[in-house]
């Protein structure tokens, strides 16, 4: 299965957003807001229970520090396991490595 397409991306990261995945890879202090997250696929085994995917992320946090808010950007990056349904690319599961 060809992962690196725009549909595959856009499933896992709404996956991961939703389920919050990507999010525990930020700030725990305050409330974070994740910009442009960047996708790294590589698949490390198709079977038929499904297609598994490591899925590298990075992407830029803002987070408000001192009186006024100021917001400071901080690189994060992640690595999450995903599993494809091998049939139509959509997530069965992922889990944070």
Known sequence: MNVDTPEIRDLILDYLESNHLIASYGHLAGVPAAEEVVLDLDVIKETEEGV????????????????????????RNGLVHVRLDPENGTVQDAWLR
Request: aromatic share 12%; hydrophobic share 40%.
């Open 52 to 75: 598994f995917v490591d899925c590298h992320f990075h992407f830029n946090e803002l987070v408000r520090v001192g009186p006024k808010g100021a917001s400071h950007k901080i690189h």
